[in-house]
Each structure stands twice: as C-alpha cells, then as structure tokens.
C-alpha cells in the first residue's frame, strides 16, 4: 500500500464536504452540552439534575448506536445524513422554546442523540469508499485531530454564546450548524445507492436480521475481534479524565492543574496521531498491540504521585501511544463489506463507548475506597494486561490473514 499525503487527501472535494459536515457536527454537539447545562440549572438550581442532563448526552449511544446504525446500510448513505442532520436541527430549535417543560426538553435530547448514530454511521461508511487505501487513514486522521480542537472551540464558544444570547439562542446556533452540515453534505457528497449483498429481485432480509448479521460478522472475524478488543482498552486509560480533579487535589493543585491535567492527554492524541501517519502503513498495524500497552503503562506511575508537571508528561505519553486507535480504527472500517459497514461501526462504537464509562465508573469507585493515585495506577495495570491479551490476538490474527491470503 503507498503512502498517501495530506494534498492528495484533501484534493478529494467529497471528502471535503465530509470533513466540514464532521467539524460543524462536532461543534455543535459541544454548544449544545453547555446550553442545555446552563438551561437545566437555571430551571432546576440542582447540580444533580445538570450532572444528569450532561450525562443525558452520552448514555443514548450506548443503546442507538448498535439498534439505529444499521439504517446507514439499508438506504443511501448521503440520504440518510442529510435526513439526521435535518432532523436534529428541528430537536434543537424545538428545545430553544422556553415554554416547554424540563421532561420534554429532556426527551428531545435523547431524540436528538438517538439521530447521531446513523449520521455516524453513515458518515464513517462513506469515507473508506470516497478515499482509498492510504488516503483513508490520512483522511480519518484530519477527522480525529480536528474533533479533538472542535470539542474545545465547541466549549469555548458554547461558553460564550451563552452569555452573549442565551440558552435559547445558543441552541438556535446549533441548530444552524446541523442545517450547515446538512448543506455542505447536500452539494458535496455525491448520491450513491444503498449498499446491498442482495441479488437483484431478492426480496430484503429484515432490519433485525440485518443487525444480527452485522454483530455476528465482528464476533466470528478474529482480526475484527481482536481490533474491538484493542479499542476497548481506551476504556483503562481514558480514566484519568474522570479523576483528573481529585488527583489534582491529591498533589497539592488546584483548578488549574486539573485544567493541564485534563488537558495533556488529549494534546498528546493530536501528537501522536500526527507522528504515526508519518509510518509506512505496514509499521503502523505492527504496533498496534504495543502501541496500546504504551497507553496504559504510563497510569501506573500515578501510585508514585510524581508531581504535576511529571503528571503532565507521563499523561501525554499515554496519548500519544493512544495514537493506535487510529490505524485500529481505519483497519477495521476497511475490513468489513461495504453492506455491513454501518452496523459494524455500531457494534464497535458501542464496545467504545461502553467501555469508557464503565472504567470511569470503576476508577470513581476504588478512587472512592483507597486513593485517585492509587485507582489509576490499578487501571493502568489492568489496562496493560488487557492491552497485551489484545495485542496477542491481534498477531495471532495476522497471521491468519497471511497464510490464508
């Protein structure tokens, strides 16, 4: 496979159209998060009821991701964005009403998620078929760092729109973004037909049928396997996000340690996402399995309580190595049939995310009985053992790969 260049990536004009659809998507799913943060305690003066709002915007991808995606492979792919994306921005002007109750708001906002994962897995099966080869994981990378400074300028700015309009129309802005989205989709993406294994005049296998096939294919493919199980080591060291402030606490910081703290390991991501499109493709899936040890290892020195600035460092460390859901991420995509692409991205998504929370959850529970310095040296360690469990599995199915080829 050759190596691509970020000019021949960007040369490809639906990619382009893609990419600003995904950064408007983004930005608007964080000025969202602020407004209706501000909205619901404003209404409620209740912590609780925020933290549970906030929370309100993550939780609805575990359950959609694997039972909506599906639609990504049953109809036109740029069809089924342009529709999400409409229909988000209908949810979000209808939650800028400032007469409708605090339930009601909240059930838009499920709708509102519950619309982000066909429009993910849309957008992610379509990449792979607009950029080829290389291309793609170059591709994927501009997505993946530009996501991470659209997650802050989403904050930042959601911040700000607030005060300077209100929750209302903060949300009114984000539903322009989606409109946006959807334009940019509608004019630079090209109309291409449902993907389909059927042959002609066969009559289609039910929705669910479709959703079982797709979670069947990744469980019974060791490479896709074992690059979920990669994924979900994200989920031991993606831990220090949730105990970041407590930690701070721990050596004697503040706010503002916590800030550099929270800070460091996304910055360290856009580092090594950038260094590691820099190998030949070949290197990059061979170390994928020491790679994701690498993210881990670093949490384990938490136990030494080193100090900010090493906490800094050894942070950063950890997202760089975590750099390898890159190549992982865009290995597996191009590995599944094109008819599948969308559930399959759904099952994996899911695996992601879910186990990001419940390692979060976990490392608020030890950091609750013993010390947060402690609780992540224990995820650290338990993420190395996952990551090489994993990794060896990921070899093991290379090699399959090889002698069957």
Not at 110 to 116: I, P, T, W
Not at 276 to 285: A, Q
Request: glycine share 10%; proline share 5%.
């Amino acid at each position: 496979m050759t190596k691509a260049r970020w000019r021949d990536v960007f040369g490809h004009p639906e990619f382009r159209a893609l990419f600003m659809a995904g950064v408007l998507s983004v930005i608007g799913d964080q000025l969202a998060r602020v407004a209706l943060s501000v909205l619901v305690f404003e209404r409620t003066e209740s912590a609780g009821l925020t933290a549970l709002t906030y929370a309100l915007t993550y939780i609805p991808d575990l359950v959609f991701g694997p039972l909506l995606a599906g639609f990504a492979d049953r109809y036109p792919r740029r069809r089924v964005m342009i529709i999400t994306d409409l229909a988000r921005a209908v949810l979000v002007a209808a939650m800028a009403v400032d007469a409708l109750p605090l339930l009601v708001v909240i059930l838009l906002l499920v709708g509102l998620q519950a619309f982000g994962s066909p429009f993910n897995a849309a957008r992610a099966a379509t990449l792979p078929v607009v950029l080829p080869d290389d291309h793609y994981v170059l591709g994927k990378a501009a997505n993946d760092m530009v996501v991470q400074f659209s997650q802050v300028l989403g904050f930042g700015t959601g911040g700000l729109a607030v005060v300077a309009v209100g929750t209302s129309g903060a949300l009114l802005l984000d539903s322009a973004t989606f409109l946006l989205s959807a334009a940019f989709i509608g004019f630079g993406v090209r109309h291409r037909p449902a993907p389909s294994q059927q042959s002609e005049g066969e009559p289609r296998r039910s929705y669910f049928k479709d959703l079982v096939a797709g979670a069947s294919l990744v469980a019974r493919t060791p490479s896709l396997r074992a690059l979920v199980a990669l994924a979900t080591v994200a989920g031991f060291y993606v831990t220090v996000e949730g105990l970041a402030v407590p930690y701070a606490d721990e050596i004697g910081g503040g706010a503002e340690a916590a800030g550099l703290l929270l800070a460091a390991q996304p910055a360290g991501a856009v580092l090594g996402m950038w260094l590691i499109t820099l190998w030949p493709p070949e290197r990059r899936m061979r170390f994928l399995g020491p790679l994701a040890i690498a993210a881990c290892v670093p949490l384990v020195f938490c136990a030494l309580k080193p100090g900010l600035a090493v906490t800094v460092l050894l942070w950063g460390l950890s997202g760089v190595a975590s750099s390898y859901h890159l190549p992982a991420s865009a290995s597996f995509v191009q590995a599944v049939p094109d008819h599948q692409r969308g559930q399959a991205f759904g099952v994996a998504s899911t695996a992601l995310k879910s186990s990001q929370g419940l390692g979060i959850l976990l490392a608020g529970v030890l950091a609750e009985r013993f010390t947060p310095s402690l609780a992540l040296a224990v995820m650290g360690a338990a993420g190395v053992v996952t990551a090489v469990v994993a990794g060896s599995a990921w070899r093991q199915a290379r090699r399959i790969s090889v002698k069957s080829a």
